[in-house]
């Protein structure tokens, strides 16, 4: 295949979140479900695409009719998706996504196991690396040998050509057989990035720190050049060591928080190629304006159900910029 130069690669988990159509309820007492993509990688490559961007996505769906239905979804947005790969033996990921009435996040996985287990090494090629901006992984696909290897063979490709590579652990317990192995390869895997991303619910199960000023000291010492830590509706901290502070967020009216983090993520690594691409400093002290977008877009992501469907576009942003000062 061609040398497709994309701004964004990303490679993890594609599968169906089938949120609760009720909100303040727990997923027994749920009265139905609505069908969304979705999947922690596959929700940034789309994020990036919406935005304006290019981006392709790495991954592996069943050979059933979700996993059609989530490749239709990415080439709709044109998400390239050249290296999305049907497993024969198993079946596409499922979701099922609540909000708790205590207004705690509740999820379920089917996934025993899920196509996007069986991501191999030989599905990873070389050349698609070449002339991409930026590489972007998650902990999920290190939770079984061979989609482990499977990203460590993609990030090596990364490194090699060149790549920015950004790291999301987006913690998800219950799909690791304990919780000391999920803390410990979840850390493990921060010495790859060049950026890592946590949310204020993880970092301290992750890192075992207090405040977020800890969390980011924690992970820029096992390798990441810049951290943020995301906090929800109050907006993020970031820190590469030397320069560090707080960014506000935006009011919304919330209905379902499962794609805030990618949009979020999505935003960020939108910029940052484009930086890159212009060969213009990647971390400097106007990365806070740069946070301040990707602030936006979370919270605009936080007004619809679905993770993919409330993706936002980048004149969305820009239209709740103009209208919010701070």
């Given at each position: 295949m061609s040398t497709k130069n994309l701004d964004v690669i990303c490679l993890g988990e594609l599968l169906i979140d089938f949120v609760s159509t009720a909100k303040d309820v727990s997923l027994i007492d749920s009265p139905g479900f609505l069908k969304a993509p979705g999947g922690?990688?596959?929700?940034?490559?789309?994020?990036?695409?919406?935005?304006?961007?290019?981006?392709?996505f790495i991954g592996k769906v069943g050979e059933d009719p979700f996993g059609y239905y989530l490749k239709g979804v990415l080439d709709e947005?044109?998400?390239?998706?050249?290296?999305?790969?049907?497993?024969?033996?198993?079946?596409?990921?499922?979701?099922?996504?609540?909000?708790?009435?205590?207004?705690?996040?509740e999820a379920m996985f089917y996934r025993h196991p899920g196509a996007d287990m069986r991501l191999e090494p030989a599905?990873?090629?070389?050349?698609?690396?070449?002339?991409?901006?930026?590489?972007?992984?998650?902990?999920?696909?290190?939770?079984?040998?061979?989609?482990?290897e499977a990203t460590l063979t993609a990030l090596s490709y990364a490194r090699k050509h060149g790549l920015l590579i950004s790291y999301d652990p987006n913690l998800r317990t219950d799909l690791w057989p304990d919780a000391e192995l999920a803390r410990n390869e979840i850390n493990a895997a921060f010495?790859?990035?060049?950026?890592?991303?946590?949310?204020?619910?993880?970092?301290?199960?992750?890192t075992g720190c207090d405040t977020v000023e800890q969390c980011g000291e924690y992970i820029l010492n096992?390798?990441?050049?810049?951290?943020?830590?995301?906090?929800?509706?109050?907006?993020?901290?970031?820190?590469?060591?030397k320069n560090s502070g707080y960014v506000g967020g935006f009011k919304a009216n919330v209905v379902e928080t499962t794609g805030a983090g990618d949009a979020f993520v999505a935003a960020v690594l939108h910029h940052l190629a484009e930086r890159k691409k212009a060969?213009?400093?990647?971390?400097?002290?106007?990365?806070?304006?740069?946070?301040?977008?990707?602030?936006?877009?979370?919270?605009?992501?936080?007004?619809?159900?679905?993770a993919i469907p409330s993706l936002p576009a980048k004149a969305d942003v820009n239209a709740l910029l103009a209208s919010t000062s701070q």
């Open positions: 922690a990688p596959a929700n940034v490559a789309a994020g990036v695409v919406r935005l304006g961007g290019t981006s392709g947005l044109t998400v390239d998706t050249s290296y999305l790969a049907h497993d024969k033996e198993a079946r596409t990921t499922l979701s099922f996504v609540g909000q708790r009435p205590d207004g705690e996040r599905d990873i090629v070389e050349d698609y690396f070449h002339g991409a901006q930026i590489f972007h992984y998650g902990s999920i696909s290190l939770g079984s040998p061979t989609s482990k010495a790859y990035a060049d950026i890592a991303k946590i949310s204020e619910e993880e970092f301290k199960f992750i096992l390798g990441p050049k810049f951290v943020i830590v995301t906090l929800g509706k109050d907006g993020c901290y970031y820190t590469d060591g060969g213009e400093p990647i971390f400097d002290e106007s990365l806070a304006e740069v946070l301040r977008f990707a602030n936006a877009a979370g919270s605009i992501a936080t007004t619809k159900m679905g």
